[in-house]
C-alpha cells in the first residue's frame, strides 16, 4: 500500500475518533454552565461510549454489506450535523443527546477506517499497516485534549465542537478521491442475517473473545485516568487552564508512536510475547502516576508508559483478530471494539466517582486494579491463538 495512502487512513481516522473524546478536559466547565455535579459529570463521556456501542453494533457491520467509500462519505457529513448540534446544545439532555450522536458517527466512521485499511492491504503487510493508522487512532485521541483544551481557552468548550465540525468537513473531498475501490464483493445477506451473524462469530472465535475481554479491561484504564486528570490539575496546586492540561496529551505521543511497531511483531508471530510486556507496561505505569501531587515529571512518565502499553496491546489485538476470518473485518472490528466501547464508558463514571469519594489516590488505585485483572486475565487465557501465532512466522 502507498505511504501516501496509509498517511490519509491514519490522519482521517484520528481526526474521526478525537470527537469522541474532546469532552474530557471540559468536564469542569460542562458541569459548571449545566448545573452537573462532579460526580455525575463522567456520565457525559458515558453517553458517547455509548453512541460507540451503537455504532460498533448498529453500522460498522455495514461495511461488509456495502460499498464503503460511499458510506464513509454520508458517515462524515453525519458527523459534522451531530458536532453542531453539541456546539448549539442550549440544556443538558440536548448535550447528553448530542454527545451520544457524536460517539455513534464518530465511532462509525473509524472503525470503518480501521477495516477498510485492513481489507485494502496485502496479507503480509496487514498487520503493520493496521497498526500505523490505529497510530494514527491513539495520536487523534491524545491530541484531541490538546486541541479541545487548546480551543476552549480562545473560544469556549462551544468553540472546540464547531471547530471539530470545520476539521471534518475539510476530510470529505481527499477521502472521497483517494480512498481506494476494493476487489472484494460485499456481503450478500440481509441487513438484519448480518447483525446475527455477529452473534455467530463472537460465539465461534476464541481469539474474538479474549482479545476482547482485555480491550474491555486496557481500555477501562485507559479511561480512569484520562477522564480524571482535569480535577486535580485544575484544582490547587496547580490551576492549570484547560491548554496546559490538555497538552499533557502531547506526552502520550511518545508512547503511542512507539508502539506503532506492535503490529509488525504480531505480524512476525509474536503476539503473546507483545501482549505481556504491554500489560506489565500499563500496570508499572499506575505508581508513576500516583505521584502527581509530588512530581510532574513522574506523571508524565506514567503517561508515556500507559500509553505505549495500552496502544502496544490494542495494535496487536486487532492483529491477531484480522486474521481469523478476512471476509469479516467490519464485523470483527466492530465486535472487537464493542468491548473497548463498555470498557471506556466504565472507566469514566466509575473514576469520577472514585475521585469524589477517595482522590487522587482512589482513582490510581482503581485504575491499578483493573490493570492486574488485564494481566492476570491474559496469564490464564495466553495458549489462545497461540496455534495462529505460530503459522504466522515467516519460514
Known sequence: MA?????????????????????????????????????????????????????????????????????????????????????????????????????????????????????????????????????????????????????????????????AAALMLAMAIPLWRRLPTLVTAPAVMSYPRLLTSMLTLLREEKVLQVRGLLALLMFAAFNIFWSALVFPLSAPPYHFSHTSIGAFGLVGVIGALAATRAGRWADQGHGQRTSAMALVTLLLAWWPLSLLDWSLGALAVGIVMLDLGGQALHVTNQSMIFRTRPEAQSRLVGLYMLFYAIGSGLGAISTTAAYAHGGWQGVCLLGAGVSLAALLLWWLTRRVGHGQQTSACPT
Open 3 to 163: 505511504r501516501s495512502l496509509v498517511w490519509l487512513f491514519a490522519v482521517a481516522s484520528g481526526l474521526s475518533v478525537a470527537n469522541v473524546y474532546y469532552a474530557q478536559p471540559l468536564l469542569d466547565a460542562l458541569a459548571k454552565e449545566f448545573g452537573i455535579s462532579h460526580a455525575a459529570v463522567g456520565g457525559v463521556v458515558t453517553a458517547t461510549q455509548v453512541g460507540c456501542a451503537l455504532a460498533l453494533l448498529l453500522l460498522v457491520p455495514l461495511g461488509d454489506r456495502l460499498e464503503r467509500r460511499r458510506l464513509m462519505l454520508f458517515q462524515l457529513l453525519a458527523l459534522v450535523a451531530a458536532l453542531v448540534g453539541v456546539a448549539t446544545a442550549p440544556s443538558a439532555p440536548a448535550l447528553l443527546t448530542a454527545m451520544l450522536a457524536v460517539g455513534l458517527l464518530g465511532t462509525a466512521m473509524t472503525q470503518g477506517l480501521i477495516a477498510y485499511v485492513a481489507s485494502a492491504a496485502g496479507p503480509h503487510e496487514r498487520g503493520q499497516v493496521v497498526g500505523a493508522a490505529q497510530g494514527g487512532v491513539f495520536i487523534g485521541l491524545l491530541l484531541a485534549r490538546v486541541f479541545s483544551g487548546g480551543i476552549s481557552d480562545l473560544a469556549g468548550w462551544r468553540g472546540v465542537y464547531l471547530g
